[in-house]
């Protein structure tokens, strides 16, 4: 079996693009649990961490561009 190579790039960019989407999905279960108004405003442990997580994929990704 042949093991694939990725740069440092590519792993970034996967790595980013998962924790992206974690926090999008956890961004997107805490909307649908709790209402539109309490994503952006209210300060619980899945909304922080949803919160962190979302900007730690978004600089992982721009740092690659």
């Known amino acids: 079996m ?4 990725l740069s440092i790039m590519d792993r970034s960019l996967i790595i980013g693009g998962v924790i992206l989407g ?22 619980t442990p899945a909304g922080v961490v949803s919160g962190v997580l979302i900007v730690i994929g978004v600089v992982i990704v721009y740092r690659l561009f």
Do not use: Q
Request: proline share 0%; charged share 15%.
């Open 2 to 5: 042949e093991f694939i190579s």
């Open 22 to 43: 974690l926090a999008l999905l956890g961004g997107l279960f805490h909307f649908l649990r709790l209402g539109f108004f309490s994503l952006g405003v209210e300060k």
